[in-house]
């Protein structure tokens, strides 16, 4: 008897644990589905970011600089950029001087493309550029500075 009544001890305990082993597989497997669809999430969108930047000196001597800043989606769908700011110039000393822009409108990125904020310093323009020398530039004597500040959003096709 009392062999049987171990059995059946045994048989309730087994009875008892099932169901905890399938809530807590439910649980797991719930935990997961979250995990993969907030990954998913967050890999699917665009992704901006400053790519590179150049600046060519013209002339000889140098009397014009050409300048570009490179912009690159390197997200999985496209981007429509919004530019916040764009605000070129050139510091001398303590003292700004703005550089002309031309205006901006928002635009299309795709993945892997690449997109420019582009602008040109030059002698020959001195009332545009606010009495700034390329020279002082090559010579140190200025920085020349851009603030660029952009947001972008996926096109709500996507």
Same mark, same amino acid.
């Given at each position: ?46 992704? @901006? ?71 040109? @310093? ?37």
């Amino acid at each position: 008897m009392k062999n049987k009544n171990r059995a059946n001890s045994g048989e309730r305990s087994a009875d008892k644990l099932v169901p905890g082993i399938a809530f807590l597989s439910l649980v797991v497997s719930i935990g997961s589905f979250y995990y993969t669809a907030r990954t998913f999430a967050v890999s699917y969108r665009p992704y @901006l970011g400053v790519s590179g930047e150049k600046t060519e000196y013209f002339g000889s001597p140098p009397n014009a600089l050409q300048w570009s800043m490179q912009i690159t989606n390197v997200g999985t769908i496209p981007a429509v950029i919004k530019v916040e700011q764009f605000h070129p110039y050139v510091r001398i000393g303590s003292e700004i001087r703005d550089l002309p822009t031309l205006p901006t409108k928002p635009s299309l990125i795709i993945p892997g493309e690449v997109t420019s904020f582009r602008g040109l @310093l030059a002698d020959a323009n001195p009332g545009e550029s606010g009495g700034v020398s390329v020279d002082q530039l090559r010579t140190m004597q200025a920085t020349f500075e851009v603030e660029l500040r952009l947001s972008y959003e996926a096109p709500e096709s996507f």
